[in-house]
């Protein structure tokens, strides 16, 4: 059942309480609580660990304080004949002087919390491996604009025209536009991937996973924002859709926001998005956690939108 949670990303961790719990604890009998994180998740297994132990200790404490009426109180559930008014009254009293007497919460440890990872070993963590994808997605998005900007504006500075009037097939044009604007954010996206990784000192586990998703993430941003500006003829209305969409693709992609915050409808939806795909795929790669996302998939679709962006830009030259 935990299992299936974990896949589906409703839960980031799970508490197996044992049968008989509730009686050990009452006994302060020792007993022991398994604590399951989800090893998708980062922050959630996190935090409820910290809460877990938090509040394992307080109990520990309250069943240390109140040790003395506590076996008064079972004493008197195991016998056979009912308790009088004055045992019950005793016990009570008992209670109440030890809420007074109350210190700190350290006096037993009957209860113990066993972290159950199903990763073998403890990756290297970094906060800034969960926000610096998404950067690295936005900024590639914004550059993109500038690319198809300048290859809108090549027919008034006569440039596609001296390239067209030449004996150069305009499909082989638009596959050059298409491979330029595909490497260029490509090296930016690579260039920005070692920058980072030096200066927020993020682990390099995932390094050739990381370079495969930075060359589907630059393959479908080519397609998709050349694709827009060849269905307009204006460069202001191209520049504003194109904008638009971009905002739309990064907060969809999770750019903003990891996706592991967010809830999990929201996080079902950014499993099938090319910028959600490349943003989980970094994030995982420069954690060190194995890809939870399909590289074939990603590739089938962004090569999908290169392709519309290669045609539409063959029919935008002629």
Known sequence: AVERLFESESASAA??????????LLRSEPDTLQLLKNPR??????????????VVTIGNGLVGQFGTPLKQARELTDRSDAPTSDEIAAVSRQFFAASQRARGLSVLQKIDVVVINEEEEEQEFSMAALFF?????????SLSLHVEHRFMMDPVNRVTHRLAAAPVPPWRVAVEQRVFAVVFLYLIGVVSLLLGAVIWH??????????????AMALFIAGWTGSIFSLS????????????????LSILG?????????????QAIVRWIPTGMANLGLTHALT????????????????TFFTFGVVLGRKRIR
């Open 15 to 24: 508490l197996v309480i044992p049968p008989g719990f509730g009686e050990k």
């Open 41 to 54: 998740h980062t922050i959630g297994p996190q935090i409820a660990e910290g809460i877990v132990g938090s």
């Open 133 to 141: 994808p998404g950067l690295i997605m936005f900024g590639l998005l």
């Open 202 to 215: 993020i682990p390099l586990q995932g390094i050739v996973t990381a370079n495969f998703i930075v060359t």
């Open 233 to 248: 003829k204006s460069p202001r209305a191209a520049s504003a859709i194109a904008s638009i969409a971009m905002v739309f």
């Open 254 to 266: 999770g750019g903003f926001f990891p996706a592991e915050f967010m809830p999990p409808v929201f």
């Open 288 to 303: 060190g956690r194995e890809s939870t996302i399909s590289l074939p998939l990603l590739f089938a679709v962004s090569l």
